[in-house]
DNA sequence: TTCGTGACGCAGT
DNA sequence: AACTGCGCCACGA
């Protein structure tokens, strides 16, 4: 079913730092998933709040948020982002911020 | 089954 | 830098 690659991607967000950013194409590929970054959204739009996942790090693969700007999820996104640290250049995110995962160290931690 | 739809990505202007 | 068009692909109506 399609809940398992729902499963992989919570997995993958999951490991996503504080202060830190991944692009959804980013995380389709780490989550085994490559060409799938829309899957990632979609996933992330039926994500049960239960799992406590840290959706606003997953953003466009611009460094920018990819929720439509004047909605309020754009701006709890960005508050998020802007509490844990993460610097804006007007839309963008500071480069400096981009996760870049130690991937010998990833597949110790994910369950495929 | 076909068709439209994205919280996407990328190359070309 | 901003826009645009297209490719991609799982989903659901």
Redesign the pocket.
């Known amino acids: 079913m399609?809940e398992q690659?729902?499963q992989q991607i919570y997995q993958v967000i999951q490991l996503i730092p504080e202060g830190s950013v991944a692009?959804?194409?980013?995380v389709a590929d780490l989550a085994g998933l490559p060409?799938?970054?829309?899957?990632?959204?979609?996933a992330?739009?039926v994500a049960p709040s239960e799992l406590n996942l840290p959706?606003h790090r997953?953003v466009?693969?611009?460094g920018k948020i990819?929720?439509?700007k004047n909605t309020p999820?754009y701006h709890e996104?960005k508050q998020r982002l802007l509490v844990e640290g993460v610097a804006f250049k007007g839309e963008r995110i500071s480069p400096a911020h981009y996760w870049q995962p130690d991937l010998f160290a990833l597949l110790t931690q994910l369950t495929h």
């Open positions: 399609s690659k729902y692009f959804y194409g980013q060409k799938h970054a829309r899957l990632v959204s979609k992330l739009k959706w997953v466009s693969s611009q990819a929720i439509a999820l996104q």
